[in-house]
């Protein structure tokens, strides 16, 4: 641990030293145990410095992102709590790293990955083809909920306003997936659940590309969610699909063009993060192309327009340009 942090002494806990009396006594923690705030922090940065003493650089874009160059070959490894990823197409530096780690900890090599946090991968090397699906993650809460059978093609109702307010229930099943939500959001969600159990079997396909061809596409509704819009972008490298969003804006836009310009926001900052991580990963030359179909938005995006209606979001139109610019962004 990194500063101290003393326990009672747990009632089940064998005392070998007489002296020690449970009431007058406590126990100090000498290593991150699970449930301590630390221990995260604790963990990644011991198994960062064990990284980098073998060579490792950690990505600016992403902590738990490391990669090491060897001889003209490199090997990526992503960390995620304690759960290890290594990639590379070269198997002496995969077996040199393993050793390494072997050396420090209890390890347990799982071999090629084929499930991973609820998914499973398949994928043909040769082909330059991957492809991610939950279906079996997704039966299972189908099974939970009693919606292995239903026929949902949408995830919601066709212009579905949701109240804000509405009686509340105590049902088990509902609490677990909504906590204190409205019965009207819990109809919802169990039509957006059977959606997914029914399209269960569609899968994430990606395909070897132009790792340095980013594409966005972006756009929003104004004031469909009471007073404030909706954003939605849907972020592409090489011509898979990488990132995507639909969500409530946090500000009321007092117009279209406002609304766009949200939207704008988010996904300028999305494709800055992923300039980023593609830069971490060795790729160079990054084109990025954004398309957006409102045209005052994009005459904003340009050049300074400042009127007694643009003027309350300069910030973010100046965000945007600079951005553009600086990522040099189409």
Request: glycine share 8%; with cysteine; net charge positive.
């Amino acid at each position: 641990m990194d500063f101290n942090v003393v326990i009672r002494i747990p009632d089940s806990y064998e005392l070998l030293d007489l002296q020690i009396n449970r009431k007058r006594h406590v126990l100090r923690l000498l290593k991150g145990m699970y449930g301590t705030k630390q221990r995260g922090y604790l963990w990644n940065k011991e198994f960062k410095g064990t990284l980098v003493s073998i060579g490792f650089k950690q990505a600016v874009s992403d902590p738990g992102l490391f990669r090491i160059q060897q001889n003209g070959s490199e090997l990526l490894i992503t960390l995620y709590v304690n759960d290890i990823l290594i990639a590379t197409d070269d198997e002496d530096l995969r077996k040199w790293v393993e050793n390494q780690l072997v050396m420090r900890y209890k390890v347990k090599f799982l071999g090629e990955i084929h499930t991973l946090l609820g998914s499973v991968i398949s994928y043909d090397l040769k082909g330059g083809r991957a492809s991610f699906q939950q279906t079996s993650y997704l039966e299972s809460i189908g099974q939970r909920y009693q919606l292995e059978n239903t026929k949902y093609r949408t995830p919601l109702e066709a212009g579905i306003q949701l109240p804000a307010e509405a009686a509340k229930s105590t049902v088990e099943q509902y609490q677990s997936l909504l906590g204190a939500a409205t019965e009207a959001h819990w109809t919802a969600l169990r039509r957006l659940t059977g959606y997914l159990v029914n399209t269960s079997k569609l899968e994430l396909r990606y395909t070897a590309g132009k790792a340095n061809l980013i594409e966005a596409w972006v756009d929003a509704s104004h004031l469909s969610e009471g007073a404030y819009g909706v954003s939605g972008h849907a972020v592409f490298v090489g011509g898979n699909l990488v990132s995507w969003r639909s969500r409530k804006q946090k500000t009321v836009a007092l117009s279209s063009m406002e609304a766009e310009v949200n939207a704008l926001v988010d996904v300028v900052k999305e494709v800055m993060w992923l300039r980023e991580l593609l830069t971490d990963l060795g790729v160079s030359g990054i084109k990025t192309v954004i398309h957006e179909d409102n045209q005052a938005a994009i005459a904003s995006s340009k050049n300074a327009i400042v009127n007694d209606r643009t003027r309350h979001m300069l910030g973010k139109t100046t965000f945007i340009r600079e951005a553009m610019k600086e990522c040099n962004i189409e």
